[in-house]
C-alpha cells in the first residue's frame, strides 16, 4: 500500500485555493475597512471576527450536510464547486465597492460592502470543511497522515503564492504609479496611501478558478472514494490500527489540569499570533506608510521560516519533547515581536532586520503549531479523538474571534505602535500557562521527509 502522491497534490489544489484567499482576506480587507471607509479599529476588528464566528457553526453545518450528500460528481466537489464560484463573484465586487465608497461616500456601498462581505465569508465556509474532507474519502486510514501533510504542504504553497503576487504587483513603487486613489493622515502625521485592490483580488480569484478546475478536471471523486471504500474492506487488518474505548472514561484530575492550561495556552498565543496577522498590513500602512507589498514581503519571509522548519523541529520534538519544543517557540515568539516593537516603532520603512525577525517569527509558529495539537490529542482516549480536536479548534478560533476586537480598541485608543507589544504580552502569557501543563508530551519517532508537515487543517 502506497500513497497516491500525484492524486493527493491534485486533491490538495482545494485547500490551496482556501489558504490563498485567507491570507488575502487577513491581509487586504483590514486595510480597505480602515483607509477606504475609514471604520474605528473596534468596528474593523468586529468584521474581521466575523469570520471566525461563522466558522464555528458554518464549518461543521456544512460538513455535515456534504456527508448526507449524494450526485453524479460526489458528496463534496458540488460544495467545492458551488463555494469557489460564489466566491469567485463576490470577492470581485467588493473592490469596486471599497473604491466607490471612498470617492463618494454614499451610505448605500457601505452596506453593500458589508452585505457582500458577508456572503463571500458564506460562501467560503460551504466548502471548507467538503474541501479538507475530500482527501480522507478518497485516501486509506494508514496513509491519511501522509496524505494530511501534502494538503497542509499546499495549503502553505497557496498562501505564498498569494504573498509573492502581492508584494510584485502591490509593490510601493506600483501602488504609487497605478494603484493610489487618495490619501488619508496616519501616525505621527505620516501619509497614508488609499489603495485600489481590483487587480489583487482578480488574480487571487483566478488563481482559485483555475487550481479547482484541475480539480474538478483530474479527480472523479466517486470513483475514486468507492475504490477506497472497496479497498478498506478487502483489507480490515491494515485499517483497525487502534483500540477504541467506550467514549464514557474520566480523565485523572492531573491530565484535566493539564488539558485546562494547555487550551488556556492555545487561547493566548493565538490572541497574540493572530493580532499581528490581522492588524500588521494596517500597522504599517499607518505607522511606516508603507504598502500591501512590504507587509506581504514580511509574510513571505514568515511563512518560508515556518515550511523550512517543519523537518528539524519534528526532529527536535523527537528528542526533548513536544512540551519543551512549544516552550522553546513560545519564547522565540515573544522575544520576536518584543525586539519587532523597538525595530518598528519609530521606522519609516521596512528593513533587513525585519525580515529576521519576521523569519524567527514563522520558526516560532512552526514549532508551536506543530506539537500543540498531538499534545491535547494524546490527552484522550481512542475513541474521543473528535471530540478533543473540537475543543482545540473551540480555544483556538474563540481566540480568533476575540482579538481581531481587542487588538483593534487598544490600537484606536492608545496608539497603533503597541501592536507588537500587546502580542508579545499574550504570547509571555502562554509560557506561563504552558509550564503548569505535565501531560502529553509522549516523545515520538522524528518525522522524516514530507511526513513533517503533518499537522491537522
Known amino acids: 500500500m502506497k500513497l497516491n502522491t500525484k492524486r493527493t497534490i491534485l486533491v490538495g489544489l482545494a485547500f490551496l485555493s482556501i489558504s490563498a484567499f485567507w491570507q488575502m482576506y487577513d491581509n487586504v480587507v483590514p486595510l480597505i475597512l480602515a483607509n477606504n471607509f475609514q471604520l474605528d479599529e473596534s468596528l474593523t476588528g468586529l468584521i474581521m471576527a466575523a469570520d471566525n464566528i461563522l466558522a464555528l457553526f458554518l464549518l461543521p453545518l456544512f460538513g455535515g450536510i456534504s456527508d448526507r450528500c449524494n450526485t453524479k460528481i460526489g458528496r463534496r466537489m458540488p460544495f467545492i464547486l458551488f463555494g469557489t464560484a460564489m466566491a469567485v463573484i463576490l470577492m470581485n465586487i467588493l473592490p469596486f465597492l471599497a473604491t466607490g465608497y471612498f470617492a463618494d461616500k454614499t451610505a448605500g456601498l457601505l452596506i453593500a460592502f458589508v452585505i457582500v462581505l458577508g456572503l463571500l465569508l458564506i460562501s467560503m465556509s460551504t466548502y471548507r470543511s467538503p474541501a479538507v474532507a475530500l482527501m480522507p474519502d ?73 487550481a479547482i478546475a484541475v480539480l474538478f478536471a483530474t479527480i472523479r471523486e466517486p470513483k475514486l472514494a468507492a475504490e477506497n471504500r472497496a479497498y478498506e474492506q478487502a483489507h480490515p487488518e491494515q485499517i483497525l490500527t487502534t483500540t477504541e474505548s467506550d467514549g ?59 515550511i523550512v522548519s517543519y523537518i528539524p523541529i519534528g526532529s527536535l520534538a523527537s528528542k526533548i519533547g513536544r512540551r519543551k519544543t512549544i516552550m522553546g ?125 503533518d499537522v491537522e487543517d
Not at 250 to 279: C, Q
Not at 388 to 398: A, E, Q, W
Open 138 to 210: 478518497v485516501t486509506p486510514k494508514p496513509l491519511r497522515s501522509k496524505g494530511n501533510a501534502i494538503i497542509n504542504l499546499m495549503g502553505a504553497v497557496g498562501g505564498l503564492i498569494y504573498l509573492g503576487v502581492a508584494a510584485v504587483v502591490y509593490s510601493d513603487s506600483n501602488i504609487a504609479k497605478h494603484f493610489t486613489i487618495g490619501y488619508i493622515p496616519g501616525e505621527d502625521g505620516v501619509s497614508v496611501a488609499v489603495v485600489n485592490y481590483s487587480v489583487l483580488f482578480a488574480v487571487v480569484s483566478m488563481i482559485m478558478a483555475a
Open 248 to 306: 464514557k472514561e474520566v480523565l485523572p484530575k492531573g491530565v484535566k489540569r493539564s488539558l485546562a492550561f494547555l487550551l488556556v495556552s492555545i487561547s493566548l498565543w493565538f490572541i497574540g499570533y493572530n493580532g499581528v496577522t490581522t492588524w500588521f498590513s494596517t500597522y504599517i500602512s499607518r505607522v511606516m506608510g508603507e504598502g500591501i507589498g512590504g507587509a506581504s514581503t514580511c509574510l513571505l519571509v514568515a511563512t518560508g521560516g515556518a
Open 329 to 453: 517557540g513560545v519564547v522565540l515568539l515573544a522575544v520576536s515581536f518584543l525586539v519587532a516593537f523597538f525595530v518598528t516603532v519609530n521606522a519609516t520603512k521596512i528593513t533587513p532586520p525585519m525580515f529576521v525577525l519576521f523569519a524567527s517569527v514563522g520558526v516560532a509558529w512552526a514549532a508551536i503549531n506543530v506539537n500543540s495539537l498531538p499534545m491535547v490529542v494524546e490527552m484522550c482516549k481512542g475513541s474521543e479523538v473528535g471530540k478533543f480536536t473540537g475543543y482545540y479548534y473551540t480555544f483556538s478560533m474563540v481566540a480568533q474571534v476575540v482579538t481581531p476586537v481587542l487588538a483593534g480598541t487598544l490600537l484606536k485608543t492608545i496608539s497603533y505602535k503597541i501592536l507588537f507589544l500587546y502580542a508579545a504580552v499574550f504570547v509571555a502569557g502562554s509560557f506561563v500557562t504552558m509550564c503548569f501543563v505535565k501531560h502529553g508530551d509522549n516523545k515520538v519517532e522524528s518525522k522524516k521527509g514530507i511526513d513533517a508537515f
